[in-house]
């Protein structure tokens, strides 16, 4: 693909990002490009100076142009392979924060703590689980950091690690605050109690989901078409076992 085409498609991602392109033109666009294309373009206008912040509007466009079944990754890579593992590691993620949203959701539904509401304190339990589980997801992160985002930036394809970089840092943080709020051993004052954590959920919540979604829809499919060598692959499978996975990975959960 010529510098001019990605130049071109460069100015059309910044125009739907101010808004100056309808809707349904956006769709003709960007449904006739492909991830890498989209990629590269991205990444020239971080080479123009936008930030990877502003970049992050255009996904709410492309992610409704690029909804693909994520099983039919999974189905061309098989267990074993880097990318499987990742998205089966967004499956039991997605999981927890289903389980999130329902025990937070008990939670700022009560008026007061009591020791007695036994499923006032299950809700917490639950939540510390899902604290503890979404903590450990920093191996999947390091993975991903470490081994795959490399062997990406080989093929010129850097705007999006970038990008991606930027919110496993934004999140890091919320998941050891929401760790360390549900881990105090009492809850003195409830109602900030609650504030905090709602506020903390939400923001996980929305932005891990909107993440996800953006690597198994846009960063991982990029990645399996251009890294076409076999022997790549397996180089970052290699480092991948060096960096090690989550308790939760499937096949090497923690009992």
């Not at 480092?239 to 090690?244: A, C, K, N, P, T």
Request: net charge negative.
């Amino acid at each position: 693909m010529s510098v001019e085409h990605i130049d071109k498609l460069a100015d059309v991602l910044l125009a739907i990002n101010k808004g100056e392109v309808s809707e349904e033109e956006a769709g003709r666009v960007l449904g006739g490009i492909s991830e890498v294309e989209l990629s590269l373009a991205e990444q020239r206008l971080l080479e123009r100076g936008v930030k990877p912040e502003e970049l992050r509007g255009l996904c709410a466009v492309h992610l409704q142009v690029l909804n693909k079944e994520v099983e039919d990754l999974k189905k061309k890579t098989g267990p074993g392979h880097p990318l499987y593992t990742l998205v089966s590691e967004h499956d039991r993620i997605l999981g927890f924060l289903e389980t999130l949203d329902k025990a937070a959701k008990l939670v700022l539904s009560r008026p007061a703590y009591a020791e007695s509401d036994h499923q006032l304190r299950a809700a917490l339990d639950d939540i510390k689980n899902v604290a503890y589980h979404l903590v450990e997801t920093e191996k999947h992160h390091a993975r991903e950091e470490e081994a795959l985002f490399p062997a990406m930036e080989a093929k010129g394809i850097t705007g999006p690690t970038r990008i991606m970089r930027l919110e496993h840092d934004d999140l890091r943080p919320r998941k050891k605050a929401l760790y360390e709020l549900i881990s105090r051993a009492r809850i003195e004052d409830f109602e900030e109690f609650k504030k905090t954590l709602s506020e903390i959920v939400s923001y996980i919540g929305f932005n891990l989901r909107d993440h996800i979604f953006k690597e198994n829809t846009i960063l991982y499919p990029a990645a399996y078409k251009a890294i076409v060598e076999p022997e790549t692959w397996d180089e970052i499978k290699a480092r991948s076992d060096e960096i090690g996975y989550c308790c939760f990975t499937p096949g090497h959960e923690v009992a």
